[in-house]
């Protein structure tokens, strides 16, 4: 997360691939995004602010990584909100994809809060494991 939020492509691209190889961080990757869009919007979110957030992801995250794919950041934030059943899509991002895209999404939105992630990360792990003990 540290590279994405220093917007450091050299070391952006280590960092991915140890979060492609962690397990279940893509869970924890999106109930952080879900999280922070839920902080960000309290009011909800409609199709106007989806764009608004993805658009600024591409915006920013393509200054200085240009792998950015706005389709699998779409499909991310589809996750996160709970209205992407990756069974119904042929071309689902795979753990590297989310690996490389969810911290671009995560760092836009904690610009927008200023606060740190780790509070953020707190409430991801244990809704994760909550989510699973229930399961």
């Known amino acids: 997360m540290a590279a994405a939020q220093a917007r450091d492509a050299e070391a952006y691209e280590p960092a991915v691939a140890r979060l492609a190889a962690a397990d279940r961080s893509g869970l924890v990757l999106g109930?952080?995004?879900?999280?922070?869009l839920e902080e960000t919007n309290p009011d909800g979110l409609d199709g106007d602010d989806?764009?608004?957030?993805?658009?600024?992801?591409?915006r920013s995250a393509g200054q200085w990584w240009p792998e950015v794919d706005p389709h699998v950041l779409l499909v991310l934030l589809a996750s996160a909100l709970?209205?992407?059943?990756?069974?119904?899509d042929?071309?689902?991002?795979?753990?590297?994809?989310?690996?490389?895209?969810?911290?671009?999404?995560?760092a836009d939105l904690l610009a927008l809060t200023?606060?740190?992630?780790?509070g953020y990360l707190e409430a991801a792990f244990?809704?994760?494991?909550?989510?699973?003990?229930?399961d």
Do not use: S
């Open 31 to 36: 109930a952080v995004v879900r999280l922070l």
């Open 114 to 118: 200023r606060r740190p992630l780790a």
């Open 82 to 88: 709970g209205v992407y059943e990756p069974a119904d």
């Open 50 to 58: 989806v764009r608004r957030v993805l658009a600024g992801c591409v």
């Open 126 to 134: 244990a809704e994760v494991a909550r989510t699973e003990l229930h």
């Open 90 to 106: 042929e071309a689902a991002p795979g753990p590297a994809a989310v690996a490389g895209h969810g911290p671009l999404l995560v």
